[in-house]
């Protein structure tokens, strides 16, 4: 199960993009080129996807959606991201979601549209939403009641993970083992999610690394290894 392609409009500093993805990529660039902001994109359906999610938190962590949309983009307003996904089943996937800001600051979805084997099972706004435009603050894949043709795809957006992998461990792994377990860790596997709740969730089971001041520089704060931010800590991977 792996997403097959990314196309992102209007995305961050991405006026249009569209990558083909293989099973494994790696993203180079110079520092600010939108690495991150490409990463994001994937996050951004998982926040939209998780149950305990939906399209306006999405937006909001990000600061809302001037902050997302291109300060490139000029006449065209709309946001778009569009994935297509193979999973278990052998037919491809496609969900695509096209959103922008009404005059009270909310997200408004433009367009949402799911294919699954060349066949269309949502393409919204539809009738409904033309009579009741509130619906339209909502994406079908946050809603169970309304994902219930596509909910293998919700299942899978909501899974993407973020492993913010610490350089260090990848490449001595065995100076970590051997540092005594604590006691207080919270059984998190791998390096952990960047979401707020993981952070929290992994907060207590961070430790510094006594040898290397250069990594366990005393912050003040407790990143996990996941994190975005530069790596003061080293997290525990469990
Ligand atoms: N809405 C937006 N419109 C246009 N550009 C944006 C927008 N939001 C962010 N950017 C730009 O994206 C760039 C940062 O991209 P990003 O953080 O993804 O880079 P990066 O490749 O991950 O960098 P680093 O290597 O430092 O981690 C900055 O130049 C920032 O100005
Ligand atoms: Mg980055």
Same mark, same amino acid.
């Given at each position: 199960?792996?997403?097959?392609? /990314? ?6 500093? $991405?006026?249009?993009?569209d ?5 494994r990529m $790696?993203?180079?660039g @110079?520092n ?5 902001n ?9 926040d ?5 999610g =939906?399209?306006q938190q ?5 600061q =809302? ?10 006449a065209q ?10 999973l278990a089943?052998g037919e ?7 959103f922008?800001?009404?005059?009270? &600051? %909310?997200?408004?979805? %433009?367009?949402e549209e799911v294919? &699954? ?9 539809? @009738? /409904? ?9 909502q994406? &079908? ?8 043709? $596509?909910?293998?795809?919700q299942e899978? /957006? ?5 492993? &913010?992998i610490v ?10 083992e051997?540092?005594p377990?604590d006691?207080s860790r ?8 960047s979401?707020?709740s993981?952070?929290?969730a992994?907060?207590?089971?961070c ?8 990594? =366990? %520089?005393?912050s003040?704060t407790?990143?996990?290894c996941?994190?975005?931010?530069? =790596?003061a800590?080293?997290? %525990?991977?469990?």
């Amino acid at each position: 199960m792996r997403f097959s392609r /990314l196309k992102l409009e209007n995305w961050r500093n $991405f006026l249009a993009v569209d990558v083909p993805l293989r099973r494994r990529m $790696f993203v180079i660039g @110079p520092n600010a080129s939108g690495k991150s902001n490409l990463l994001d994109a994937f996050r951004f359906l998982r926040d939209i996807a998780n149950p305990r999610g =939906g399209l306006q938190q999405a937006v909001e962590l990000r600061q =809302g959606v001037s902050q997302i949309r291109s300060l490139h983009a000029r006449a065209q307003p709309n946001v778009a991201i569009h994935v297509e996904v193979d999973l278990a089943d052998g037919e491809p996937w496609t969900y695509r979601l096209e959103f922008a800001q009404d005059k009270r &600051h %909310r997200a408004i979805v %433009r367009r949402e549209e799911v294919g &699954h084997g060349g066949t269309s099972i949502l393409r919204r706004p539809d @009738p /409904l939403d033309k009579s009741d435009p509130s619906r339209l603050t909502q994406t &079908h894949l946050e809603q169970v009641n309304a994902n219930r043709e $596509f909910r293998p795809l919700q299942e899978f /957006l909501a899974r993407v993970q973020y492993l &913010h992998i610490v350089p260090q461990l990848i490449r001595q792994p065995q100076r970590w083992e051997s540092l005594p377990d604590d006691p207080s860790r919270t059984g998190r596997s791998g390096c952990s999610d960047s979401s707020g709740s993981s952070w929290t969730a992994s907060r207590r089971s961070c430790w510094r690394n006594p040898n290397s001041p250069s990594i =366990g %520089r005393s912050s003040g704060t407790c990143p996990p290894c996941l994190r975005e931010s530069p =790596g003061a800590w080293i997290g %525990r991977c469990s």
